[in-house]
């Protein structure tokens, strides 16, 4: 009661286990196949993809509104109506500084 996570025990890299009667210094050879397995890739993240949108005139943003005139009752109202269609987005844009992934196994600094 009152537990979260998952019920199995994962394996990350360079940690102690605490079973088997390892030393902590020694690393286990299931943590090396798994940095060394299919993710072969760097642990940065270069480029992501943009939220923003352009519209039909060029505009760049998140959102697009158009402001309409409603009558009601004799009264004229300006109400925004938000923009869905015809919007293309800005696609994969390059970031400043290189960014780390949210997967990668590894603490970069203990507190």
């Known amino acids: 009661m009152g537990g979260s996570g998952s019920k199995t025990k994962g394996v990350w890299p360079f ?5 088997g009667g390892e ?3 020694e690393v ?3 943590c090396l196949a798994r940095l060394r397995g299919s ?3 760097t642990p940065f993240v270069f480029t992501r993809r943009s939220s ?10 998140h959102e697009f509104y158009e402001e309409t005139v409603v009558t009601k009752n004799g009264r004229k109202k300006a109400k925004l109506k938000r923009i869905q269609k015809n919007l293309i ?3 994969i844009i390059k970031l400043d500084h290189p ?3 949210v997967d990668f196994p590894v603490i970069l600094c203990e507190i």
């Not at 923003?52 to 943003?61: C, I, R, V």
Request: hydrophobic share 25%.
């Open 89 to 91: 987005p800005q696609g």
């Open 39 to 41: 993710k072969n890739t």
């Open 23 to 25: 030393a902590p210094g």
């Open 28 to 30: 286990n050879e299931q």
């Open 99 to 101: 960014r780390i992934r």
């Open 52 to 61: 923003l949108y352009f519209d039909e005139d060029g505009d760049l943003a």
């Open 15 to 19: 940690s102690n286990s605490g079973a």
